[in-house]
């Protein structure tokens, strides 16, 4: 069992590129979570989705888009990237709502 | 609005020096509060949950405890391998299945 894999594992993008990160579950988990961590912070909440089909904002949505077609997979798209974009992301998903299961992370560095 | 306060921020042990780490929090009805692992380059792992005032959670090592403000995660004779940060996150009821992080403390033991 793989659990969450996410992809690509680090990037580097030019300033203007349209991006996505890729994140699958094999747990069958309803939630999932994208969450950004910044050099000695916690995570902060992008977006989330509590079951297929549906998606919410979380802290820090501004810039970023999500979609959940189905149980496993729910991919973060940046449509512009801008430099305060660079971070290390998360993806996380969750069966009952409350533990989260994360993924290893991307590295993405915007330039 | 949820929030949470990790202090210290860092902490250096030696091998076998007992130490807690403090989790402040305020959140309009407390759902869970939730302690995680985080070992460099990798993503949060679970450590666990308490869901009410007195409850203690024991695994190894580490003990995690509940109060109405804080939560504590007490180290006893720690080892180089507990080297690592330590997450604290709490959901509300009316925020079911989001959880707001701390920034976390980075624990340091030297043998």
């Known amino acids: 069992i793989a659990g969450i894999t996410q992809a690509p594992t680090s990037q580097i993008l030019a300033a203007g590129r349209r991006m996505t990160l890729r994140c699958t579950q094999d747990m069958r988990h309803n939630a999932m979570y994208w969450y950004r961590q910044d050099l000695g912070l916690g995570l902060r909440l992008i977006h989330y989705?509590?079951?297929?089909?549906?998606?919410g904002k979380g802290e820090v949505p501004d810039g970023y888009s999500v979609s959940r077609a189905n149980t496993d997979d729910f991919p973060l798209t940046l449509a512009s990237a801008v430099p305060s974009q660079t971070s290390v992301y998360f993806c996380?998903?969750?069966?009952?709502?409350?533990?989260?299961?994360f993924g290893p992370g991307t590295r993405l560095t915007v330039l | 609005e949820d929030q949470v306060t990790q202090s210290p921020e860092a902490l250096r042990l030696q091998e076998g020096e007992s130490s807690s780490l403090n989790c402040s929090y305020t959140?309009?009805?407390?759902?869970?509060l939730f302690w995680y692992r985080q070992d460099p380059g990798k993503g949060p792992e679970f450590l666990f949950t308490?869901?009410?005032a007195g409850e203690e959670k024991e695994k190894e090592r580490l003990k995690a405890t509940l109060t109405k403000k804080e939560s504590f995660l007490h180290i006893t004779a720690p080892k180089p391998e507990d080297s690592a940060t330590y997450l604290c996150a709490v959901q509300a009821w009316t925020n079911a299945g989001k959880s707001t992080f701390g920034d976390g403390t980075t624990l340091t033991v030297k043998p």
């Open positions: 989705s509590n079951t297929a089909g549906t998606t």
């Open positions: 996380a998903s969750s069966d009952s709502g409350d533990t989260q299961y």
């Open positions: 959140v309009s009805g407390l759902r869970g």
């Open positions: 308490l869901y009410s």
